[in-house]
C-alpha cells in the first residue's frame, strides 16, 4: 500500500507553485514519504494539523489499473516510430481521484527515471499540465511552455510557441506527458476544436506516451464524431469510479482503503479499528468517493486535534458535514441512488 505525501515539518509560509509548473512538480515528486511506522511522538500540534491537511496517498484499484496499462502502454510505445503512439484516458465523475493517479503515477515514474540516470541533469521524463478553462490552442500550447518555465512572448504565435515546447520536451527526452482537466476542451467551439487538434499535434511531435484525466469524457466531443475518432482509435478508456460496496470482494476492497487511511492516522489517543469497524458507514456517507471519505477522514483528525481528544469516534464522524455531492447522496432515497459502476472498466480501443 502506497502511503507517500509529506511529513509533518510542512512550512505553512512555503511558496505554492502549482504541479502544472516546473517547480511545483519538482517539489511534489521531491517531497519526502511518510512511512507507516513514522515516529510522531514529538509531533507539535501545527505539525498533526499540516500532516492531515496533507495526508497520505493509497493505493487504490483504478490507481492499480491505471498503472499496469501506463507501464504496458510505455513499452508499446517505447520504441515505435510511427506517429501514433497508444495513450489513456481516465475518466469518471469529480473526486474520484483521478488527479491524484495522474500524479502519483508521474511521481513513480520520475523517480524510476532519477534511479536509472542518477547524474544526468538534463532529463524532464514527465511533464503535467491542466487544460485552462476556455482553451485555445495557443493557451494549451502555452501551458506547455509554462510547465518548460519557457518564457512566452506576447507576440509569439501559436506555431512558434508549438514549436519551442516540442523541441525543448524532445532535448529533455520526456517520455510521459499527463493532461488534466480535458472535460474542459469543449470540441464543439471552434476553440475546443483547434485546441483538441493541437493536443494530437503535440501527441505526434513528441515522442513520448499520453494520459489524459477528465469528468465523464467517455461520450465527449473529445472522443467521438469525426475530430474524436483519432483520439478514440489510438486512446484506451479507464473509467475512474466510486468504489461499489454491493459483493464481498467489493467490500474487502472498501474496508482495506478505509483501513489504510486509519493506519496512516498520526493521533495519539486514536484506537484503532474505529475507522474500519464503521466501513459500512463511512460507505453510505460518502458514496464509495474517496475524495469525500479523505475529506471525512482529515477533517474528523483536524477537530480531533483541536479540541485535544486526537481521537476519532462515531459521533465525531456524525457531526462532519460532507460536500454537496455526498450530502445529496445521504438524504436520497436508497432506490433513487445512482448505482456505483464496476471499479475499473476498460473498453476496446476502436
Ligand atoms: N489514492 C488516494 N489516496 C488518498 N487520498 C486520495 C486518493 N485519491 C484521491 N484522494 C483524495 O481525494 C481528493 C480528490 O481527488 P482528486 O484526485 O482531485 O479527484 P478528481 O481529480 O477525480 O476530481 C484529493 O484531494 C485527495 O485528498
Ligand atoms: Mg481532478
Request: proline letters at 5%; charged letters at 25%.
Amino acid at each position: 500500500m502506497a502511503v507517500a505525501a509529506g511529513a509533518g515539518d510542512v512550512d505553512t509560509d512555503e511558496r505554492f507553485d502549482p504541479v502544472s509548473t516546473w517547480m511545483g512538480w519538482q517539489r511534489y515528486v521531491d517531497s519526502a514519504p511518510v512511512t507507516a511506522d513514522a515516529d510522531d511522538s514529538g509531533w507539535s500540534r501545527e505539525q498533526r494539523l499540516d500532516y492531515h491537511s496533507q495526508f497520505v496517498v493509497v493505493s487504490t484499484p483504478a490507481m492499480e489499473k491505471v498503472s499496469v496499462q501506463l507501464q504496458r502502454m510505455l513499452l508499446l510505445n517505447r520504441r515505435h516510430r510511427g506517429t501514433a503512439r497508444r495513450g489513456l484516458v481516465v475518466s469518471g465523475p469529480p473526486n474520484t481521484g483521478k488527479t491524484t493517479t495522474l500524479m502519483e503515477l508521474g511521481r513513480i515514474f520520475e523517480l524510476a527515471d532519477r534511479r536509472k540516470h542518477p547524474d544526468v541533469h538534463d532529463r524532464l521524463p514527465v511533464a503535467f499540465v491542466s487544460v485552462p478553462p476556455a482553451s485555445t490552442p495557443k493557451m494549451l500550447v502555452s501551458e506547455f511552455a509554462r510547465f518548460l518555465g519557457l518564457p512566452v512572448l506576447q507576440r509569439m504565435n501559436q506555431a512558434g510557441i508549438t514549436d519551442a515546447v516540442c523541441t525543448t520536451l524532445c532535448e529533455l527526452r520526456t517520455q510521459l506527458v499527463l493532461v488534466d482537466d480535458v472535460h474542459l476542451l469543449d470540441t464543439r467551439t471552434r476553440s475546443g476544436a483547434e485546441t483538441s487538434d493541437q493536443i494530437k499535434h503535440l501527441g505526434e511531435r513528441i515522442p513520448a506516451t499520453f494520459v489524459y484525466a477528465g469528468v465523464e469524457v467517455d461520450d465527449s466531443p473529445l472522443l467521438t464524431g469525426p475530430r474524436g475518432q483519432q483520439l478514440a482509435g489510438r486512446f484506451k478508456l479507464l473509467r475512474n469510479d466510486p468504489l461499489p460496496y454491493g459483493t464481498q470482494d467489493q467490500r474487502q476492497v472498501w474496508n482495506e482503503l478505509v483501513s489504510s487511511l486509519e493506519n496512516a492516522l498520526r493521533l495519539q489517543h486514536h484506537r484503532a479499528g474505529t475507522l474500519a469497524r464503521q466501513s459500512a458507514y463511512l460507505h453510505r456517507r460518502t458514496a464509495g468517493v474517496i475524495g469525500s471519505l479523505s475529506h471525512l477522514i482529515r477533517e474528523a483528525a483536524t477537530v480531533a486535534i483541536l479540541d485535544g481528544t486526537q481521537s476519532i469516534t462515531k459521533s465525531l464522524l456524525d457531526d462532519i458535514e460532507l460536500d454537496i455531492r455526498a450530502q445529496q447522496h445521504l438524504l436520497a432515497p436508497t432506490a433513487a441512488r445512482p448505482r456505483a459502476r464496476a471499479v475499473t472498466r476498460t473498453r476496446p480501443q476502436t
